[in-house]
Each structure stands twice: as C-alpha cells, then as structure tokens.
C-alpha cells in the first residue's frame, strides 16, 4: 500500500488525522479489491471486457439512449463468456468470479481514484472539470494543466 500512496503523493497533502483514517481505510478497501483481480491472474482481454460491462451501464444518469448503452454492455458480457469458454476450459466458474468483483470494484469512491492516480497530473482539478473543459475545447490540454487556460 505504501508505494501506491507514495506514487499518489499522498504524503504532500497535509490533512486530519480523522481525514487520513478513513482515506487510509478507503485505501484498503481499494487495495483488497485489486488483490482479489491479482489472485484471480485477470488478463488484458478479461480486463478490457470487464472494464467494458462496467463503463456500459444503462443505469447512469443521462443517457438518451439507455437501450443502446444496455445493449453494449451485453455484448461485452457475451464476449467474456465466451472468452472464458475457450481460455479458460477447466474453470467454469471463472466468469462469475470475475463479474462478483465490479460491485466492490464501483463502491470506490470516484474520489478516492481521482485523488490516487489523478492528482500529480491535475492538482486539486476535479477530473470530471478536466474531462469537460477537453471536450469543450476540442483540443488538447497541455500539462501541468491550469484550469481557465
């Protein structure tokens, strides 16, 4: 856990004690799950669909067309299980294994990613700010990014 938080720069954030508990406590419950995906062996076609199925989800907030979204997401779904029928023979209960890990896998906090893997890129920069003013812009973002600019 130490090198994530240390890749995160974690330790130039000055915070509470009450504030570093519970990110210490999120940051366990994030590293149990990817310890779970290691055991697991996920390979990059596993985790291309997995990561598919979790993107594709009718169910968020928005969408004009939740019937389309529904149905890439099934496509997904069928692609790993057919992947693990013929990768994976001798395990049939692979697929469930790996589809039982995207529920703890999205009670993350969004926040807790962002702050993990974001912050030496965009500062304090919500990533869902970055994310709009670059598709506002049509252009690219030129790093250290600086909001407004």
Known sequence: MAPLLAAAGFHAAPMSAERVVS???QVRVFQDQVDKLNRLQVDSAEYSCLKAIALF?????GLTDPAHVDSLQ?????ALT???RL???NQPQRFGRLLLRLPALRAVPANLI?????MRLVGKTPIETLIRDMQLSGSSISWPYVPGQ
């Open 74 to 78: 099934e496509k997904a779904q069928v």
């Open 23 to 25: 990110f210490m406590d």
């Open 114 to 118: 962002s702050q993990l893997f974001f």
């Open 57 to 61: 989800s009718p169910d968020a907030c």
């Open 87 to 89: 990768q994976y023979p």
């Open 82 to 84: 057919e992947y693990e």
